[in-house]
């Protein structure tokens, strides 16, 4: 998993170093986001709450601000120093965090998920920036990747910790110590982290990088991108069924499968930590191995998986034990969560460096206003009119119906795979590695 830090001559040195914390930085960002599943049954226990109003609290109370809010800060983070910003976005989110264990009811948690989502909308983009400034263009997917084990990683602890608080101490304690880690976070990142000079890997592509880009030209540019489209709107798509599922799948397994809540935490942690780090990792790798003949692969090697995915979770969802349905979602999480590296890195790649930040902002709103803000709704929308059937059945249907979004992610990002092969920039960077 190791990756060299390709220090360049008066450039800043510690890639490993600032790869780690801002990996640490995206845990606890995930722990944050994810920790609701898991409190779900309690939660709704002691606030009264339907599963609609789960599902809004775990897609649209948080991606609305979380989408709209990182435009702005996104374009901030393109013309001004970058990690300030996510020192100050992991100390608003972290506030958040800890004002969510004092919420009595739905509008105030409503609230508390909201203003997590605006704290949590600038760390991301200012980190896939600043990743790409560390590292060339032949080994980002796989830094890119790394950070992104940030996902799995922070996912699962949240499950542990989240399940072993609420059964201990109370959901709302888990709040209130998740929401205080960050905080002890933020002086540590902003001492350690130095702001690298801006495409300094990228040769000609890289030309002009420090000349600041206005709002409407920056926003423009990534707009009127077909290959962005294809790319964010695959990876969109795809992501329908993949955030319904891991939201909905805690409580899944504690009333289709009659788990509790500490054994359902434990269950499912395991499940995205080793599914989602060889995933996350192995998607990355290969796509920069296959990505050394063809920049299609960064497009390919995730369609495949998620093609894959489908037949994978559906055996899954009708296995007739734990350890048969602990097998195969560790197979569906690892395709599920393969396309991280290489999508993100080819939304680097199309764009110039003061423009790479707004062009992840631009990304994750596509890719959670459609996968993260619709999967967890839908998926609850459908379990409650789903009229007749248990709760664990009625929620083994409405994950059925939603894996039809994989196959349609696949084909848009195999159609970015053409897109992708002649794109000039990555040319230009390619050689001038």
Not at 404 to 412: E, I, K, N, T
């Amino acid at each position: 998993m190791a990756i060299p830090e390709n220090g360049a001559p008066g450039a800043p040195t510690g890639g490993f170093r600032v790869l780690g914390l801002l990996l640490l930085v995206y845990v606890i960002n995930m722990i944050d986001r994810h920790i609701v599943s898991i409190l779900t049954v309690p939660i709704q226990r002691d606030l009264l709450l339907t599963n609609t109003q789960m599902g809004l609290l775990g897609g649209f109370a948080f991606v609305v601000l979380y989408t709209t809010a990182g435009i702005p800060i996104a374009w901030l983070s393109d013309r001004y120093n970058r990690t300030t910003i996510i020192a100050a976005c992991l100390s608003v989110w972290s506030l958040f965090t800890g004002f969510s264990g004092w919420a009595a009811n739905f509008t105030q948690l409503l609230c508390a998920r909201i203003g997590v989502g605006i704290g949590e909308a600038g760390a991301l983009p200012a980190s896939h920036s600043l990743i790409s400034d560390y590292f060339p263009p032949a080994r980002r997917a796989r830094a890119l990747a790394v950070l992104s084990l940030g996902a799995p990683i922070g996912t699962a602890l949240g499950i542990f910790f989240g399940g072993w608080v609420a059964t201990t101490v109370g959901w709302r304690a888990a709040f209130l110590v998740i929401g205080l880690a960050g905080l002890v976070l933020v002086p540590i990142f902003k001492w350690a982290v130095i702001e690298p000079a801006r495409g300094r890997h990228d040769g000609d592509a890289g030309t002009g990088a420090a000349t600041p880009q206005s709002f409407g030209v920056s926003a423009g540019t990534v707009l009127s991108s077909p290959i962005f489209w294809l790319l964010a709107t695959g990876a969109g798509i795809a992501a329908i069924p993949s955030s319904g599922l891991v939201f909905w799948l805690p409580t899944f397994f504690q009333r289709g499968f009659g788990l509790d809540l500490s054994q359902a935490s434990m269950f499912y942690g395991s499940i995205m930590l080793v599914g989602g780090i060889a995933g996350t990792y192995g998607g990355g790798w290969v796509s920069d191995k296959l990505g050394a003949r063809t920049p299609a692969a960064y497009g390919l090697v995730p369609a495949c998986a998620f093609l894959l995915a489908v037949p994978t979770c559906l055996l899954a969802l009708d296995a007739p034990s734990l350890l048969a349905a602990w097998l195969l979602f560790v197979f569906w999480q690892a395709l599920a969560i393969a396309w991280l590296g290489p999508v993100v890195a080819a939304v680097q790649q199309i764009f110039m460096p003061n423009m790479r930040a707004m062009a992840s902002a631009g990304f994750l709103l596509v890719n959670n206003i459609v996968g993260a803000g619709f999967g967890t709704f839908v998926l609850g929308f459908m379990a409650d009119r789903m009229v007749g059937l248990s709760g664990g059945e009625a929620l083994r249907q409405s994950m059925q119906y939603s894996l039809g979004g994989y196959v349609v992610g696949a084909a848009l990002l195999a159609m970015a795979s053409v897109f992708l092969a002649r794109h000039p920039l990555i040319r230009m960077a390619r050689a001038h590695a």
